[in-house]
């Protein structure tokens, strides 16, 4: 696994924060189905880890949680990125002897399995090819599909010492549901310095930095025209992007600034995945929180 892309100067995603009706339920869930190990818990919220030291996600509990619903902004789904095929083909081979219902594809940069949680929420969890196998055209657009995945050699890969999510496993990106495309994309490569970098129509986009094939992607697929989330709602409350450095951290802030946008310091934020410099919420309602803790 390249693990450049996930490092700075990269605007990389590094924790997502979500919303769950019931704590006992989803950690039960994370830990027994996804492999994530508890690194801190109270009677309402969990931090999960899978190298003992950090945290990619957290939980917290909604009292008197309202549903995923269609027509709303939030979470598509958060993306675990593992380091080797042996790895997928061991977290596949855990999934067939739980009898877990999983989706796959093969996205010619990337090989997938996706999942939900018990809230709803989407999980991916995926190896990158190599990026030199990567196709890029002359507009600086990278070739994705969605294909079968051919489960026969990602098998053959395993070898059986299934002990949860590696320990170099990160957040590979985040896939976010947007209630207007133009205004998210106007926003994330204007206000923010992310690229375009795949197109699939007019109701999705891709962007990155650094020429990853996507640290965020974006669709209207569910929520086209909608609404942002509720304080209630499960899902996505909050996502955490690793500045390269102070001096950036304040080029950020003066650009959310100038086009509008709120700088802030969010009351809360997850303790994990990085101390807060300062918080935004973007055109469709969603919370991001900015650090320069990372690689």
Do not use: C
Not at 59 to 86: D, T, W
Not at 119 to 124: A, S, T, Y
Request: no cysteine; charged share 15%.
């Amino acid at each position: 696994m390249a693990t450049h892309f996930h490092k700075k100067p990269n605007l990389y995603p590094a924790h997502v924060q979500l919303k769950v009706s019931d704590i006992v339920r989803s950690i039960e869930y994370y830990t027994t189905v996804i492999g994530f190990k508890v690194l801190q818990q109270t009677e309402t919220e969990a931090y999960l880890t899978a190298d003992g030291q950090t945290s990619l996600v957290s939980l917290v509990e909604v009292q008197n949680a309202q549903p995923l619903k269609q027509g709303f902004a939030g979470l598509y789904h958060l993306a675990l990125l593992l380091p080797s095929r042996k790895d997928l083909g061991n977290i596949v081979q855990h999934f067939v002897n739980l009898n877990v219902r999983i989706g796959a594809a093969d996205h010619d940069v990337s090989e997938a399995l996706y999942l939900n949680d018990p809230d709803g929420n989407g999980i991916e969890i995926y190896i990158d090819r190599h990026e030199s196998e990567w196709t890029w055209n002359q507009d600086e657009q990278v070739h994705m599909v969605t294909e079968q995945l051919n489960f026969q050699p990602i098998l053959a890969a395993a070898d059986g010492n299934w002990n949860g999510l590696p320990a170099d496993t990160v957040m590979g990106h985040v896939h976010l549901s947007v209630v207007n495309l133009d205004k998210s994309e106007q926003f994330y490569t204007n206000v923010l310095d992310y690229n375009v970098v795949t197109r699939y129509g007019a109701q999705a986009l891709f962007v990155s930095t650094g020429k990853y094939h996507h640290h965020f992607g974006l669709n209207t697929w569910n929520s086209n025209n909608g609404h942002a989330p509720t304080n209630d709602m499960v899902g996505l409350k909050s996502f955490t992007v690793v500045l390269k450095d102070a001096q950036y951290a304040e080029e950020v802030k003066q650009s959310l600034t100038t086009n509008g946008f709120i700088v802030e310091n969010f009351t809360e934020a997850p303790a994990y995945g990085g101390t807060q410099l300062f918080s935004t919420v973007d055109p469709n309602g969603l919370r991001i929180i900015f650090t320069l803790d990372g690689e």
